[in-house]
């Protein structure tokens, strides 16, 4: 066997309020991988899981890169990597779903559960099994996940099959459930640094044996690129922290960055003719200004108040008991805009079911709305020193149509033609340029 | 609706929603002269107008403007109305104005004087200072001296030497337009159901467009047209004076909603400066001493004004006992520090004087009275239940 | 970068400590001492005036500042919400309504006396004229109002100085004199008012120190502390000269050391940012803020806060060839009296004589002279100076209104944009 091959890397995470998100670089500032998970309100986790679906993403880069350097697989590598990800990811749940096990029965043998103790046990246990039983269909090609942590997925599954399996008389829900909630802890306290190590093997093989008209030496082909990725030495030279919660990290100061940095420096990297930045997240709107470089030369925030942010918009979609991506869809098909002054968080509630109550229709309110959260963004851009060409539209609610359309025609009406760049990697913008931060401060200092 | 009464109402209804000001470039167009712009609260609007110039009440953007730029110079914790004024002025909706006078009613207007400065470089702006000393010696000289200032500023601008009898003469066209507005509220307080309170805000608020000779007749003119309506019933509202909004103004619909949910306002502090002072203004000897000892012995009680002695509310309580009102609605515009820090001392005086009261804040933009409504309906089953007893 | 406090204690800090217990001490027993008491304002506060007719000033401004840094202000703040006053209004007015409602005891545990007049000077500040009408009902003791005309143009002119003189004549002495029983000296008038020109020049000697390299004073945390004999009780009086003379060879000789200024850790070893701030500070949270600054070797060179009590380096002085006159100019050129045009010009040459690397706002909500306008303000320094400016919001004593952790991001955002500008490559 031959030496693990080598590479130096960079990785940037953004703590935000609501994600976490982490990008890895190597050297010559190339993603290798994203990783991503909800905040929740345990910042050491979620960095780590981040950080390791970074790292896991990042070996199927290199074992894509592998393939493609290989004549014999050149070409397949795009849809095979995609089928090995399902693959791989089934493993991965289904060895996240015996640490689950594993959790469950140490929450089982709590004193408190002493009368009933086997029952309960054998109830955890044949929940997971059906749990595990059900995993396929979860990763088949094309299956829809409402979401892709694990918190979330086991979740949703295990409180349907727990209220199927409770017993109002006998061991009841919220037993059943309350066992959740403290293995969910435990499960996400454990850390699967090898995670890509213990499963890929295996996934491979899964999908080798399904077999998709691989020739065999194909198949040993593959098997050695994997291989190669699985034993790379991925070696991290910085990391650098950004975000809100960016305090929280166990990092020396000096790899901590402000987010408006990097929101800038990512947002350039993506879009290099990038001369002014809005991202408005779910606590907070930024407008920033960068020069050629992707320095910052002025930015300003809203203030103490998250009206018009993109909570607001999540206490909207409440509200109307609507998904938050189904807002903007809405409102685009509105007809007639109604005119809103207030993007107060506090009042939202009440003054939608006024309007609801005074027979304005969804759309139309929902269009005032939209505009409304712009006016605010507006105004922040104007304070910054306006908005240049290009221009760059980051955060969670660059993903709302309504809320480009609202942006983009105020933009026209106020500074003329700009060009608009979205990314649909724009979540990833903080934590990228934190990576780009760490390359060139470790550049810089070798220099 | 009759049609002259129609044609009018459509006519201030107009004035109220044209926010670029057409009434005010039309008269300019007709008769060549200039105009200059005053915030809300006293200004002697006699100098201006004995300088052939027409002085215009610019009240914000109420509820009609969309903030585009204006928010983008205050903080959230300032109120409304310079955001919606800086809005109209770099719009271009205020380029129709030969100069702008910032009157003292606060911080915000003081330092929006400043900003304008800044901002417009090229035109005529200047800080109204008015005395909070009231001895004709000692505040009176400093309030001449600033008055003789302001005449030969607009003189300046007017192009043209304000003469003492300009001043005379403009002195008795604003005493008749106070005598109108006095017997439009004072019809009003009479008969309340004749004169529904848009109306008689629309008409009121229409002297800050038109020239106040024109403002006069059209007051006269829907006097005599109201009361021909005779589908205008009484009905079992409650009567009551309203306080706060001598600046930043509601928009009509609340004030509307304020009647329909049962209170005939028969006394307020609307556009405020517009009836300043409560006497007519001396037309003999030194018009500018006829000014100033107006303004030192005859000026209303006001928040942005000091008040001496221990006064405080006695004006407000005789606005109730005279309009025969039974009770008060405290309507302050949001972050209005001279209403909001003036409502506790009035609350005192009301209190002690047994007058029942309620309050809310209002934005100029404020777009829904779901709740207003509700608070003034039930305030106003309570003080007729209360006076039944 | 600080090192320990110790070996930075500073006499004048003790002096300064000793001087303000010995007030509220004076202030505890000034009735059973059959002396009387007036409440005025800070800003264009007549201290000599008040005490040539050996009548004791109290600020309820400050009152409320030390109950902010003692954290006794948001108890206080309620309290007057509770009484009706809106939250939308002035925190200092309802600190110290809430103060007064809970028994009046000043910062250091004892009582403070009931006022036998309140001085209404009214500089630059609308809600100071709401206040003391606020406090007119609560005391049954005579007012007397002290209109002080605004600035527009930055300029004094002979009948704004003729109309406050005529109003210290005609209704300021005279109640002064009533209340106190003793007639107008204006011998003893002036002999305050040379004390008063003279540690106003060790009070700009020190401010200016700022423009040394490293400075060896913040101007801004540090200045909080270098103007409070002068813009309070002690201008006019030996105490106060003695201050600013000790103060004075103090930071000489901090210079003389090539010493930084002195913190609540320490002194700052590294002056790695300088900066000019407009207005004033939080006192909820007053050391956590300032930590903020020291921890990035932020030292502030100059602030518009330490000039709302007189802009004594632009050459003002008390007068005593011109006692009333001198007095009148005093209180016209206080800071927050000036219009915008004329704040825009000081802080711009601030900027540029300090040699500012940065500029900053803190815009407070209680305080709308203040902060009405200071998003042209910051405009209008950034097209001047060329450089960025920084905008932080919070309050003067209200906690509710102190968010950390967006405040510290913001510092931390702006100082590191200033560093990546600054370095234009340094690592890039």
Redesign the interface.
Known sequence: MSEPQKKDIFIGIDLGSTTTKAVILDDGGEILGRGITNSRSNYDVACRIAREEAFIRARFSLAENAMRADPLLSGLESTFIRRLEDSFKLHQYRGELEHLREALQAAAGNARHFAYQADFRNILNEIVDRMVETAPALFEPGASRKSDFFRDLAGAEYMQLAEAMADPKGINFETIVGAYDSAILTVENTSDEESFKSHIGAALELLLENGSGETAEQSAHLRAAIETARNYNLNELVTVGTG?GR?RLPFPKEWI?????CHGLGAHAMFPDTATVLDIGGQDTKAIQVDD?G???????N???A?GCGRYLGYIADEMNLGLHELGPLAQRSTHRV????TCTVFAG??LR??L?MGQRREDILAGLHRAIM??A???L??SGGVKDEFTFTGGVANNPAAVDALVD?VE??YGARKLNISPDSIYTGALGGALFAM??YQ??QA | MRPALKTLVDRVTFLYEDLDFTAVKEWKERTGGKAVGYMPIYVPREIIHAAGMLPVGVLGGGEGLEIIRGDAYFQSYICHIPRSTVELALSGRLDCMDGMLFPSICDVIRNLSGMWNMMFPDRYVRYIDVPQNYDPEVGGSFWRREIAELRADMGRIAGREISDDDIRNSIKVYNENRAALDDLYAARSRTPWVYPIAELYLVLRAGCLLPPEEHTALIREYLELAPQESDRKDKDHSRVVIVGSFCEQPPVGLLQTLERAGCWIVGDDLILGLRWLLRDVDTEGDPITALSDAFLVHSTEAASRYEPGNAKGSQLIASVRDNDAEGVIFCAPSFCDPALLDQPMLVTALDKAGIPHTQFKFSEDTGQFAVIREQAGTFSDSIRLWSEV | MTRPVDADKDRSMELQKEMIAGMFDDLATAHEDGKKVVYTFVPGNLTELIRSFDLLPVLPEINALQSGMRKLSGGYITEAEKQGHSEDVCTYVKCDLGMLKKGNVGPTGKRLPEPDLLLLSYTGCFTFMKWFELLKQEYDCPVAMLHVPYQPDGKIHDHQREYIVKQMRTELIPKLEQVSGKKYDEDRLKEMLAKSAKAEDDLVHVLESAKNRPSPIDAYFGGVYYIGPMFTAFRGSDQGLEYYRLLREEVDARVAAGLGPVTPDGTMTKEKFRLVVEGPPNWTSFREFWKMFYEEDAVVVASSYTKVGGLYDRGFRHDPARPLESLADYCLGCYTNLGLPSRVELLEEYVKEYEADGFMINSVKSCNSFSAGQLLILRQIEERTGIPGGFIESDLVDPRYFSAANIKNRIESYLQMLEQKRGAGVGA
Do not use: W
């Not at chain 1, 960055?257 to 940095?261: A, F, H, M, V, Y």
């Not at chain 1, 320095?295 to 925030?301: C, E, G, K, L, Y």
């Not at chain 1, 005119?339 to 207030?342: A, H, P, R």
């Open positions: 809100y305090q960055r402000s987010e408006i940095l470089k320095i910052v030369t002025s930015f300003q925030m203030d103490r108040c009206a005119k809103i002054n207030s009440a003054e006024d309007r109550g006016l605010r507006m105004s922040l104007a304070r105020l009406q106020n060139r401060d810089g200092a």
